[in-house]
């Protein structure tokens, strides 16, 4: 079977995406860069030092973020731009399919906050898909949601 690519969706698709993604993305921030640089900050006295390790940690976040995806032969390649593309063997493959807006919300973005299971720089909550191995999962919104799905199946019938 022939390789697939898949970048992921990094557009709201409505105005209730749009605040969703807002709201969640402020609340996150805040968490996970401003809290290190009010530390940061109250350690060194000095906001510059602040501000710099606030961007040293969201440019650690986008380097390792998922810039794509690709379906082939051996399973599922989680590409980023820095490390090696993570692979999920189809033989540890046990579902994939369609997560809720809900789900991937609280299971996703919210829970756990810090590893995330949802790890691209969308800001849609729409299409995405809950890719189970194992005892673990995460979340990927293709921007090609059909195809992806499609390309996904066949594999996963191939396998059987």
């Known amino acids: 079977m022939s390789e697939h690519t898949f970048p ?14 807002i709201v969640i993305g402020i609340g996150q921030s805040a968490i996970l860069f401003g809290l290190p640089a ?11 030092i ?10 650690g976040f986008v380097l390792f973020c998922v810039t794509d995806i690709t ?5 599922l390649r989680l590409k980023r731009m820095l490390g090696d593309p993570k692979l999920i063997a189809w033989k540890d493959v046990t579902e994939v399919t ?5 789900e991937l919300i609280i299971h996703g973005w919210l829970w756990p906050l810090v590893l995330p299971r949802e790890m691209t720089p969308t800001a849609t909550s729409i299409a995405h898909f809950r890719i189970q191995f194992g005892k673990r ?3 990927y919104p293709p921007k090609d949601a059909m195809g992806f799905q499609e390309a996904v199946r066949a594999h996963l019938q191939q396998r059987t």
């Open 98 to 102: 369609e997560a809720s807006r809900e």
């Open 137 to 139: 999962w995460i979340y």
């Open 50 to 59: 602040a501000w710099i390790f606030a961007g040293a940690l969201y440019l």
């Open 8 to 21: 992921p969706r990094v557009a709201p698709r409505d105005m209730a995406d749009t605040l969703i993604a």
């Open 38 to 48: 009010l530390l940061a900050w109250y350690a060194s006295g000095s906001t510059t």
């Open 71 to 75: 379906v082939a032969g051996d399973g």
